[in-house]
């Protein structure tokens, strides 16, 4: 087994948002677990390969909690990180995971698809009354994970609005404005404090039970682990939901044949753009750090390794998915990787696909010709997240 020779990250720039680095194809084929230099001087290893990723998510030796520790090799992820579920391994992981899972299942969340279904519905009735262009942020997009996540916290709708702020302060550049952030953390302590003197039939006050049961779980942890369910539990299904739109704009003719009468086909359609979007600006998903020495793709990794899963180019491997960089709304066999895998599979995974099937086939449904009221252009990004954040989507469509 050899040692790469390192190459220079961040990678090329993508050509669009749409695509991932151009050297990403590259390194597959040639490097597919390539040694790179960060920007902060440090080492660490890139993995390319869809097969090589999914074993970084699902092989022990690959530790999120070395990754997102204070003694950590590389300062990619911010110290949220540290004491939430994404920054935890087995076995404190797991029961972590165990006290919250139960609001997650399939059955749990197929009992929410037809409230899921209603509040669509009233937002779509709402956006038609405003009329024509109208923002999809401001009507759909960004209300609804807020409102279900919300309903599952039992949240109040007065105090959404407040607690979506803190959420975008803990997604935000926590090196640049660490104020923020922590102003976020505390909030949430506040609120957790306060349901702790009121707790209800909610998903917050069953963390606070299990919390309290067990002595080996930190107030910290508490804190961070409901801010990070909250937050992955809305921000990042919106901006799935918003780039979805902004690739089926450039798809015409595959989003005139995808009928939102077709459940099928709506959750197939789902799966295939959760493959092909890009939601980060560098495509890699929290970085492990190896508890052993241990071989990826041919090249031995010494213990205390950083590696880095580049979930974007895992998910345009062409030895997984016949013409990776096209999109196909209709591809059948689907292992992507958008959600992770392993023992760190997003906890919401099953939540997000109902919200965006739901979101996505009533759109068609209702909005028929539905489009970009603006060229692409003109649309923004938010600056300092770690996820591609529109500040608005304005679209039309055309009557019934």
Request: net charge negative; hydrophobic share 40%.
């Amino acid at each position: 087994m050899t040692q790469p020779q390192p190459v220079p990250y961040p990678l090329a720039p993508a050509p669009t948002i749409y695509h991932p680095s151009p050297d990403y194809t590259r390194l597959r084929e040639t490097c597919p677990v390539a040694r790179v230099e960060l920007p902060d001087g440090a080492s660490a290893y890139l993995a390319t390969r869809h097969a090589d990723v999914r074993r970084v998510f699902t092989d022990h030796r690959f530790s999120r909690a070395a990754a997102a520790g204070p003694n950590r090799p590389t300062r990619e992820l911010g110290s949220l990180a540290e004491d939430s579920l994404i920054g935890m391994d087995p076995p404190r992981h797991t029961t972590m995971r165990r006290a919250v899972s139960h609001a997650f299942t399939m059955r749990r969340v197929e009992e929410l698809r037809p409230t899921v279904a209603a509040l669509v519905a009233g937002m779509i009735d709402r956006m038609e009354a405003a009329g024509r262009p109208a923002d999809l942020i401001t009507h759909l997009s960004a209300p609804l994970p807020i409102y279900v996540i919300s309903k599952l916290f039992g949240i109040p709708e007065r105090d959404q609005e407040r607690v979506r702020e803190w959420s975008d302060a803990l997604v935000g550049d926590w090196d640049a404005d660490p104020a923020a952030p922590q102003a976020a953390l505390d909030a949430f302590q506040e609120m957790i404090t306060e349901r702790r003197r009121r707790p209800g039939d909610d998903l917050m006050s069953a963390l606070i039970a299990a919390w309290d049961a067990d002595e080996d779980l930190t107030e910290r942890e508490l804190v961070s682990v409901t801010a990070g369910i909250f937050v992955g539990g809305h921000e990042t299904t919106t901006n799935q939901l918003n780039l979805f739109l902004l690739v089926l704009a450039r798809h015409p003719e595959q989003l005139a044949g995808l009928r939102g009468d077709d459940p099928a086909a709506v959750a197939r359609a789902v799966e295939e753009l959760s493959r092909f979007i890009q939601l980060g600006d560098n495509g890699v998903l929290l970085p492990r750090v190896t508890t052993e020495e241990v071989e990826l793709g041919g090249v031995r990794l010494p213990a205390g390794s950083a590696v880095m899963p580049a979930i974007a180019s895992a998910n345009r491997d062409a030895t997984v998915f016949p013409d990776a960089d096209t999109l196909d709304l209709a591809r059948a066999h689907n292992p992507h990787l958008a959600f992770g895998a392993g023992p760190h599979h997003c906890l919401g995974a099953a939540l997000a696909r109902m919200e965006l099937q739901e979101a996505l086939g009533a759109l068609l449904r209702r909005l028929p010709g539905l489009r970009l009221a603006v060229d692409e252009s003109e649309l923004r990004f938010r600056p300092g997240l770690v996820v591609r954040s529109l500040e608005s989507l304005p679209v039309t469509w055309d009557d019934r």
